[in-house]
């Protein structure tokens, strides 16, 4: 499996704290069944700044110390980016991390809304050929609200991640409903750890898998577990045209009551 967020570089964040819990971690994830790990130190979040030579510093350090102890894991580097004024900029000037230097972004929203300057990121980042993954949509508050708002962002050309203790039910019941409606929406293109210690979030994907797979279905396993081998590849993702065909048709129903509305 491939795990495509994670805080397992020490002394980078609120991840693993030393080089003895990156370890530590990674032998976890090993023995979840997890061979390739994309790390995701948070980067201005307002507290954590790690710049793009930074993470690759690490991350090298880190795979040798791996090599060494002869566990067949390969973490590649990348950054968890909180949206920000003069993200562009700083992308151009090669502070950003893109995953695994593929076309894809992964971009934090704050917890509590969906900031206005959100769509034309993603735009712009289009026009740059590069795809935004919107890290764990379903602990936003706006899109816990209102799931509209994520298939928003994913019409824009968006792609969405759930965290893995989000989808089993660890994180409680009502998030668990949430992530496995946002799946059935075909809103989601990933599941990731997001893991940051040995204990309360963990590496463990397994699980997430073996309840999207009694609760929705193997071919949905297939999916997300082909999807994270695309990225780490830098391949298009699949997307589900039915999903899509289903947004288009949503969006045309509100424009036409919005016009019925108008009229009356
Ligand atoms: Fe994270």
Not at 80 to 91: A, G, P, V, W, Y
Not at 131 to 152: F, K, M, S, Y
Request: contains cysteine; aromatic residues 6%.
């Amino acid at each position: 499996m491939i795990d495509i967020h994670s805080h397992i570089l020490p002394y980078m964040d609120d991840g693993a704290k030393d080089w003895n819990m990156a370890i530590s971690m990674a032998k976890q994830a090993y023995a979840d069944g997890i061979r390739n790990i994309v790390a995701t130190p948070h980067h201005r979040n307002g507290r954590y700044m790690n710049e793009s030579f930074k993470v690759l510093e690490i991350v090298e350090l880190l795979n040798s110390k791996l090599r060494e102890l002869d566990l067949d894991i390969t973490v590649f580097p990348g950054q968890e980016i909180r949206i920000h004024d003069d993200l562009l900029h700083h992308l151009e000037d090669g502070e950003i991390q893109l995953l695994h230097g593929s076309r894809y972004m992964l971009l934090e929203l704050p917890s509590s809304n969906i900031p206005s300057t959100v769509e034309d990121v993603i735009y712009e980042l289009s026009l740059m050929n590069i795809q935004v993954i919107i890290a764990h949509p379903e602990r936003n508050a706006e899109i816990a609200t209102n799931p509209d708002r994520l298939e928003r962002l994913i019409e824009f050309g968006a792609l969405a991640q759930l965290t893995a203790q989000s989808v089993t039910g660890e994180k409680g019941g009502k998030l668990q409903r949430l992530s496995l409606d946002l799946c059935k929406r075909s809103l989601i293109h990933f599941i990731a750890t997001d893991a940051h210690d040995l204990v309360s979030r963990p590496f463990q994907l397994s699980r997430s898998y073996q309840v999207i797979e009694k609760k929705l279905g193997s071919e949905m396993v297939n999916y997300f577990k082909d999807n994270a081998k695309r990225l780490v590849g830098n391949l298009e993702i699949t997307t589900n045209e039915a999903a899509k065909e289903r947004v288009r048709g949503n969006n045309l129903a509100k424009v036409l009551s919005g016009m019925f509305r108008a009229i009356k």
